[in-house]
T-cell receptor, first 116, second 110 residues
Framework: ETGVTQTPRHLVMGMTNKKSLKCEQH?????MYWYKQSAKKPLELMFV???????ENNSVPSRFSPECPNSSHLFLHLHTLQPEDSALYLC???????????????FGPGTRLTVT | GESVGLHLPTLSVQEGDNSIINCAYS??????FIWYKQESGKGPQFIID?????DKRQGQRVTVLLNKTVKHLSLQIAATQPGDSAVYFC?????????FGTGTKLQVIP
């Protein structure tokens, strides 16, 4: 266990559905991340929250909408997804990085999303 | 732009032998490097890190070597065990942004 949990672990949804992914960290971190992991591709950073403020949004389509209500919880709201959005969605947390003091990220187990 | 790549997509190693997984990076400004291990059905797990002011760091059965001259990073696993079977990612940090490689799959042959 890494101290980062994600629910659900598996999700199948149609293109017209609305669903949400949840992430919770118990490590006392103040930065949280959403990544997309597709087969044979590097991890793609989607969103970064630091101290509950979104500090990075890597040109992610608006059908993905993140929410960070507090430093322990992170959501990814999904709507009108496309089949190519099928992937493993990973949440991670870390201490907020600062210049000269990078820090490792701790990952959850991921949500395997299939869009039909 | 920055890029992180791995030389071999799959590495097969006999149980008990040492494993070496390589990684190339392109940005000389990268100041921090991390190796992650991802087992099937799990998220990436931190293994070991190294800062750019070091060229070697050792952990339990693992050693990371950093060669800044040729922008090369390697992970050495001593006495490889079946539980080491996984995909290994290197990641580089530059200006507080982390970029991940595609991963190398390590297969341990019993």
């Amino acid at each position: 266990e890494t101290g980062v949990t994600q629910t659900p672990r598996h999700l199948v949804m149609g293109m017209t559905n609305k669903k949400s992914l949840k992430c919770e960290q118990h490590l006392g971190h103040n930065a949280m991340y959403w990544y997309k992991q597709s087969a044979k591709k590097p991890l793609e950073l989607m969103f970064v929250y630091s101290l509950e403020e979104r500090v990075e949004n890597n040109s992610v389509p608006s059908r993905f909408s993140p929410e960070c209500p507090n430093s322990s919880h992170l959501f990814l709201h999904l709507h009108t997804l496309q089949p190519e959005d099928s992937a493993l969605y990973l949440c991670a947390s870390s201490h907020s990085p600062s210049p000269g003091l990078p820090t490792e990220q701790y990952f959850g187990p991921g949500t395997r999303l299939t869009v039909t | 732009g920055e890029s992180v790549g791995l030389h071999l997509p799959t590495l097969s190693v006999q149980e008990g032998d040492n494993s070496i997984i390589n990684c190339a990076y392109s940005n000389s400004a990268s100041d921090y490097f991390i190796w992650y291990k991802q087992e099937s059905g799990k998220g990436p797990q931190f293994i070991i890190d190294i800062r750019s002011n070091m060229d070697k760091r050792q952990g339990q059965r693992v050693t990371v070597l950093l060669n800044k001259t040729v922008k090369h990073l390697s992970l050495q696993i001593a006495a490889t065990q079946p539980g080491d079977s996984a995909v290994y990612f290197c990641a580089e940090n530059i200006y507080q942004k982390v970029t991940f490689g595609t991963g190398t799959k390590l297969q341990v042959i019993p």
